[in-house]
C-alpha cells in the first residue's frame, strides 16, 4: 500500500537549470547532466519536475497521480469529480524502456474548480488551499493512489530505476520546459515505490534534495498543527510543506523563508546591525521548529523561480553556473560542464546561503 | 512506641584511626555525634545519612551503614511501612519528608533511547562545528509579517510577546528563601548569571542583595504572596505563578516558624517566628477564569515586559488543565513531574499523587499541537531531571527547557538525606541555622553549579551531534529520534515515540 513505508534515508544527485527569459528547452540536456552524475543513484529513484510544459491548459491545476489498480483510479476519478471539473484526463505517455520495470498507472488530470466549490460554510476559502486539501486527501485517504504533482502549467515525472531510464520512459525529450529539475536517487532501502522518488510537489512548488532531513521529527509535527499530513514518511515532503506554509500561506519573503529553513547562526546574528538583528533572532525564535537540520543541498523550484538552498554547514555538494540567461545548479560542477562547458561563471553555493533565480523582469510565460 | 524505633542507619567509627579531633561531632546537624569518655559516641537513631560527618573526618574513619537487622523480611510490610506506623502511632500526626518521591516507580527516562547518525547522514562535531543551544523562553506567534525596505533589507512588523533568553535550555526550578539558605540562593543567582540561565525565588521572596540579579531571576508569586509586592514583580525577568508542584500536588506550603528568622522575615514580609503557611490553593483563584485574572493583573503590574509563567503539577489531566492555562494568557507553563522534589511535605502526599513528568510533557505537547496552540507558550519540564540524557530526551518529547531542583542542590553538596524538612541540613544547604548556612560558601557552589551546567551544555552538544543537528530546536518535540525499550504499546502511544528496533 502507498504511503505506509518507513521513512528512507537516501544519497543522491540532483540538477536543475532555469532561463531567466523562459526558453523553452527539451528534457535531453537535464537528462544528459543528471545521466553524468550515474554513480551518484542507485537505480531505486528518478524524477524530474518540468515548468512551462502544458501552455495549452496553464490556467488549469495539473494533476499527475499514480495508481496502483484500476479500481484505485476509479476511485480517485470519483473523488475528482466531485472536487473539480475535468477538461480532460489522459494517461501520461510513456514508452518502453528495458531498465523501467513493473510502472504503476500513471494519469494526468487538467483540472478546473467551479466557483460554488470554494465556498465553505459561506466562506470563500483560497483555492490553493482547496488543491492542498485534495492532494493531502488523496495522498493519505484514498488507497493506492498517489498524486506527483498538482501545479499549473508543470509536471512531475518519477519512478523507479536510474533517472536517465525514468527520462526516456516518460518521453520528456518531448516536452518543452523553462524551467527542469532532475533527481537520481541513492537510498539506502529497498523500496519499489514510485512516488517515494523526487522531485516532491506541492502546487508548483517542487522539490528535490540530496541528503537527509534529521530534524524531519518536529518539522514534520511543525507542519502538522498546520494542517498538514506528512504520511508519506520521507522527508524531502517536509521542504516543499514548509514553503508553502512560510512563503504562500504566511506571506515571508522567499529570502527569508530560506533564511528560516537554513537559519544564520547565533554568532552571526549577533554581529548584525541591531535591526537586522532582531529580524533574524525573531526568524529563528518563531520558526525554530521549521528548520531544516542535516545534510542537505536542495533545488526548490515554482513557476517563477529556481532557488538552490545547502544546509547551514555545506554537508552537501552544490554548484551553480551561469551562462547569458541559464542558470544551472548541479550536486557536480561536471554536471553543469557536461551540458554547458563554456560558463560565464561558476562556484560552489556557500553554506545556508540560498540562491534565488528568478525570471528577468518583464518575462511572461 | 517509638522510643523502641530500631535506627534506620548505623554510624560505625574507626577507633584504631579515630584521633579524636571532635571535628565530627560538630560537623554533624542532627546532633548523632558526641564525645564521651575519650571517644566519639553515636546514637545512631538520630542519623540521617547525610554523610557530613563520612565525608569531613580528616582520618577517613567514620563509616554509615543501612542497619542491616532492622525487621523481619516482609514484600508487602516493608520497613519503612512499619516505621511509619510506629511514628504515627507515637505522634498521631502527618509524617513529613523531603526531597522528590523515592518509590520504585517505573522511570520513563530509563526506557527511552536517543538515536544517533551512521554513514547517511553525517554526525557533527561540536569541537568544530558551531553547536547551538540558546533558547528563548515565551509566546511566539503563529506567523511574522515583515516589510521590505528600499536597500533591500526587511523590518519586522508583528509585536512580539517578551521574550527571554537562555544559553542553555536550563533554569533552577523553584527554591525558596527559607527551605533553602541565603547562601545557596546566592549561590543559584550567582550561577544563573555565569551560565546565561534563570533561577528562581520559589515562593518566599527576593533578598534584597539578590536584586543585582534580577534579569536571571524568575519571582515567583504563590498562594502565600510571601514577598510579594509591585517592586517584586518587576525585578525578575519572568513571574511565575505556583499554582502546584510536582512533589505536592495539590497541597500547600508550610514553612516552620524556627526557621523564620529575621532575613527571612524581612524577605517574606511576615513576623520572625511565625509560621509561613502557602494555603492549599491560591485563595483568589478557584477557576481558569480566575488564573486568567491573575496573569493578566501581573501582566498589567508589569507593563507587559515579563513572561508570565505557570506552574503546575503533573497530575492525570494535566494536557486539558494546560491547554486552558495556555489559553487563559500565560507565556510559559511550568509542568513538575512527581519525582520533583520539596523542602517539605507529607509523605503519603509525595509518595502517592502526580504522574510521571515524561507522560505528562508528552500528552501536554501533543494536546496543545493538536488544538494548534503549542507556539502560544514554551514547555519548561521539570521533576527528577538528573542528567544531560534526561535532559534531551525531555527536549526530545517537547520540552522547550528543564528545570532542575534537585540536580542543583546535590552539585551544591547535598545527599539527598531527604531532612530538609527538619531544618538541619548539615550541608549548609536547607536550613537557616547560621552555624550551618556559614557551611556553605556561596562563591564556590556557584562554581559548582556552573560547572555542571558547562558538563550539561557540553553533553547535550555532544547528543546533538551525534543526531546530526547543530541547534537545539531541532531536537525539541523531535520524538522521531527517540525509541522505547520495554514499553507497552499504550505508554508508547502516550510517549509519541516507536519502539527501538522499528
Request: with cysteine.
Amino acid at each position: 500500500m502507498i504511503g505506509t513505508f518507513p521513512r528512507i534515508p537516501s544519497g543522491c544527485a540532483i540538477s536543475g537549470m532555469m532561463s531567466r527569459r523562459a526558453r523553452h528547452m527539451t528534457g535531453e540536456a537535464v537528462i544528459k547532466s543528471i545521466a553524468l552524475m550515474h554513480d551518484r543513484s542507485n537505480g531505486l529513484g528518478g524524477g524530474f519536475a518540468a515548468y512551462g510544459i502544458y501552455p495549452d491548459f496553464k490556467d488549469h491545476y495539473a494533476f499527475h497521480i499514480l495508481y496502483n489498480s484500476k479500481q484505485n483510479r476509479i476511485d480517485t476519478e470519483n473523488y475528482l469529480k466531485d472536487k473539480f471539473v475535468i477538461d480532460r484526463c489522459e494517461p501520461i505517455p510513456t514508452r518502453n524502456v528495458e531498465a523501467v520495470t513493473d510502472p504503476p498507472i500513471i494519469w494526468r488530470y487538467f483540472l478546473k474548480i467551479e466557483e460554488k466549490n470554494l465556498y465553505h460554510n459561506n466562506q470563500l476559502i483560497d483555492e490553493r488551499d482547496y488543491v492542498v486539501n485534495v492532494v493531502m486527501h488523496i495522498n493519505n485517504k484514498i488507497d493506492g493512489a498517489f498524486v506527483m504533482s498538482s501545479g499549473k502549467n508543470m509536471g512531475a515525472f518519477k519512478g523507479v530505476g536510474y533517472p536517465e531510464d525514468i527520462g526516456r520512459f516518460f518521453c520528456l525529450d518531448e516536452y518543452e520546459a523553462y524551467i527542469w529539475t532532475a533527481h537520481g536517487r541513492f537510498p539506502t532501502n529497498t523500496p519499489g515505490w514510485w512516488g517515494g522518488a523526487h522531485p516532491f510537489c506541492l502546487l508548483d512548488w517542487s522539490v528535490v534534495h540530496n541528503g537527509e532531513i534529521s530534524s524531519y521529527g518536529i518539522n514534520k509535527r511543525y507542519l502538522e498543527m498546520f494542517g498538514y499530513k506528512c504520511e508519506l514518511q520521507t522527508d524531502t515532503e517536509v521542504v516543499a510543506y514548509l514553503v508553502d506554509l512560510l512563503h504562500r500561506k504566511q506571506g515571508i519573503p522567499l529570502d527569508l523563508t530560506c533564511k528560516a529553513l537554513a537559519s544564520p547562526f547565533w554568532k552571526d546574528i549577533d554581529k548584525m546591525k541591531p535591526e537586522q538583528r532582531e529580524v533574524f533572532t525573531v526568524l529563528r525564535q518563531v520558526y525554530g521548529s521549521a528548520l531544516l537540520n542535516g545534510p542537505f543541498s536542495f533545488i526548490i523550484a515554482n513557476s517563477g523561480a529556481m532557488i538552490g538552498l545547502n544546509d547551514r554547514i555545506k554537508l552537501r555538494p552544490m554548484t551553480v553556473g551561469v551562462k547569458d540567461d541559464m542558470v544551472y545548479m548541479a550536486s557536480e560542477e561536471s554536471a553543469i560542464r557536461e551540458i554547458c562547458p563554456d560558463l560565464d561563471e561558476v562556484w560552489a553555493a556557500k553554506a545556508g546561503e540560498p540562491i534565488i533565480v528568478e525570471l528577468e523582469e518583464g518575462v511572461k510565460v | 512506641m517509638s522510643m523502641y524505633l530500631p535506627a534506620e542507619f548505623i554510624v560505625q567509627v574507626d577507633y584504631s584511626r579515630c584521633r579524636s579531633c571532635r571535628r565530627c561531632v560538630a560537623e554533624c546537624g542532627f546532633g548523632t555525634l558526641s564525645y564521651q569518655n575519650d571517644r566519639v559516641i553515636a546514637d545512631h537513631k538520630k542519623c540521617a545519612a547525610c554523610q557530613r560527618c563520612v565525608s569531613t573526618c580528616p582520618e577517613g574513619a567514620i563509616t554509615v551503614i543501612h542497619n542491616p537487622l532492622a525487621y523481619k523480611k516482609n514484600y508487602h510490610w516493608t520497613p519503612e511501612h512499619i516505621k511509619n506506623l510506629h511514628k504515627q502511632a507515637a505522634t498521631g500526626g502527618k509524617l513529613l519528608t523531603g526531597g522528590g518521591n523515592d518509590k520504585v516507580y517505573k522511570s520513563y527516562f530509563d526506557h527511552m533511547v536517543l538515536d544517533a547518525c551512521q554513514v547517511t547522514n553525517p554526525s557533527i562535531d561540536p569541537l568544530r562545528e558551531p553547536m547551538e543551544l540558546r533558547t528563548y523562553l515565551g509566546s511566539k506567534p503563529d506567523s511574522l509579517s515583515f516589510t521590505c525596505l528600499e536597500n533591500g533589507e526587511y523590518k519586522l512588523e508583528t509585536e512580539m510577546s517578551p521574550q527571554v533568553r537562555l544559553e542553555v535550555p536550563i533554569v533552577f526550578a523553584a527554591m525558596s528563601f527559607g527551605a533553602i539558605s541565603l547562601n545557596a540562593h546566592k549561590a543559584l543567582a550567582m550561577a544563573a548569571k555565569e551560565c546565561g540561565i534563570l533561577y528562581n525565588t520559589g515562593e518566599g521572596g527576593l533578598h534584597k542583595e539578590l536584586y543585582a540579579y534580577g534579569d536571571r531571576t524568575i519571582v515567583q508569586v504563590a498562594s502565600g504572596r510571601f514577598g510579594v509586592n509591585h517592586e517584586y514583580l518587576n525585578q525578575g525577568a519572568v513571574v511565575e505563578i505556583k499554582c502546584g508542584q510536582g512533589a505536592k500536588p495539590g497541597i500547600g506550603g508550610h514553612l516552620p516558624g524556627e526557621k523564620v528568622n529575621q532575613e527571612v522575615s524581612q524577605t517574606r514580609m511576615i513576623p520572625v517566628g511565625s509560621d509561613a503557611i502557602s494555603p492549599a490553593p491560591h485563595h483568589d483563584i478557584y477557576s481558569i477564569e480566575d488564573l486568567s485574572q491573575l496573569i493578566y493583573a501581573i501582566k498589567e503590574a508589569t507593563n507587559y515586559e515579563k513572561p508570565v509563567c505557570v506552574k503546575i503539577a503533573a497530575v492525570h489531566n494535566v494536557a486539558a488543565i494546560a491547554s486552558g492555562i495556555a489559553r487563559a494568557g500565560a507565556d510559559i507553563i511550568f509542568l513538575d513531574g512527581f519525582r520533583g522534589g520539596t523542602g517539605a511535605a507529607p509523605t503519603i502526599i509525595r509518595d502517592n499523587l502526580g504522574i510521571p513528568i515524561e507522560l505528562a510533557l508528552a500528552a501536554v505537547d501533543e494536546r496543545l499541537r493538536r488544538e494548534g496552540i503549542r507556539n502560544k507558550v514554551s514547555i519548561i519540564a521539570a521533576g527528577g531531571i538528573r542528567s544531560s540524557g534526561d535532559m534531551a530526551k525531555a527536549i526530545a518529547l517537547g520540552a522547550d527547557a528543564v528545570a532542575i531542583g534537585t540536580a542543583a542542590l546535590i552539585a551544591m553538596g547535598c545527599r539527598l538525606c531527604q531532612k530538609c524538612y527538619t531544618g538541619n541540613c548539615s550541608w549548609g544547604i536547607a536550613t537557616q541555622r547560621p552555624e550551618l548556612t556559614r557551611r556553605l560558601n556561596p562563591e564556590k557552589a556557584a562554581e559548582c553549579l556552573t560547572n555542571m551546567i558547562r558538563g550539561w551544555s557540553l553533553e547535550l552538544k555532544e547528543i546533538l551531534g551525534s543526531l546530526g543537528v547543530n541547534a537545539v530546536e531541532s531536537l525539541r518535540g523531535s520524538r522521531e529520534r527517540l525509541r522505547g525499550v520495554g514499553l507497552s504499546d499504550t505508554e508508547l502511544d502516550i510517549l509519541g515515540i516507536k519502539p527501538a528496533g522499528r
